[in-house]
């Protein structure tokens, strides 16, 4: 089955504690990207990539890093979590570009206390 | 920096109103534009996209979206809604290899 699965689903941490959100999809992507849901400001993407070894910033990348070694997995760093990153957050993968459909993961929700 | 706009934060309508959902957005440039919707505990999908062409594009589900070069405008619209179209939506614009998200409107469709 096509997806785009990431762990862990739920999580609390407290500030300062490193933590990494993998993301893996099984589709043969170019593209993958992170986005964070907040109420009222809705999907803010974070960061983007083309292609493996190829990230850059979306609009609200302080705070996190980002890697992509391998083409399936684009895993999201969060190295001093605050509490202002308290969200869900979620992963997505499309064919090429941003301009083709968005296949969007299952959600993680972090809570930083 | 590009922005989009989704006034309606939250709308109920009962079943079979017609329904349309605003959406603007401030780049002056070539856009690719996008409808995506999150129904209750689900991914969220894309329900319809314009790139080119006809300005009036169709999606699944009976949704209908028209773009208006003149207004910044990409509007959804159904002609009867349902119940199970309950669901948060979300506009996007494309830029570069960016993709912008609208704050999103929460539709309850009243049985």
């Known amino acids: 089955e096509a997806q785009v699965t990431q762990n862990p689903r739920y999580l609390i941490t407290v500030t300062g504690k490193k933590l990494t959100v993998t993301c893996s999809q099984n589709?043969?992507?170019?593209?993958m990207s992170w986005y964070r849901q907040d109420p009222g400001l809705g999907l803010r993407q974070i960061y983007y990539s083309m292609n493996v070894e190829v990230t850059d910033k979306g609009d609200v990348p302080e705070g996190y890093k980002v890697s992509r070694k391998e083409k399936r997995n684009f895993p999201l760093i969060l190295e001093s979590p605050s509490p202002n990153q308290t969200s869900l957050y979620f992963c997505?993968?499309?064919?090429?570009?941003?301009?083709?459909?968005?296949?969007f993961g299952p959600g993680t929700r972090l809570t930083v206390t | 920096a590009q922005s989009v706009s989704q006034h309606n934060h939250h709308v109920i309508l009962s079943e079979a109103a017609s329904l349309e959902l605003g959406c603007n957005y401030s780049y002056g440039g070539t856009v690719n534009l996008f409808w995506y919707v999150q129904y209750p505990g689900q991914h969220l999908q894309l329900l319809l996209k314009?790139?080119?062409?006809?300005?009036l594009v169709k999606g699944i589900k009976g949704f209908e979206a028209e773009f208006i070069k003149s207004k910044f405008s990409f509007n959804l619209r159904k002609p009867s809604v349902q119940w199970s179209d309950t669901a948060e939506y979300f506009c996007?614009?494309?830029?570069?290899?960016?993709?912008?998200f609208g704050t999103g409107t929460r539709l309850t469709i009243i049985p």
């Open positions: 314009y790139f080119s062409g006809d300005p």
């Open positions: 997505a993968s499309s064919l090429w570009d941003s301009a083709y459909e968005q296949y």
């Open positions: 996007a614009v494309k830029l570069g290899e960016k993709l912008t």
């Open positions: 589709m043969n992507h170019e593209y």
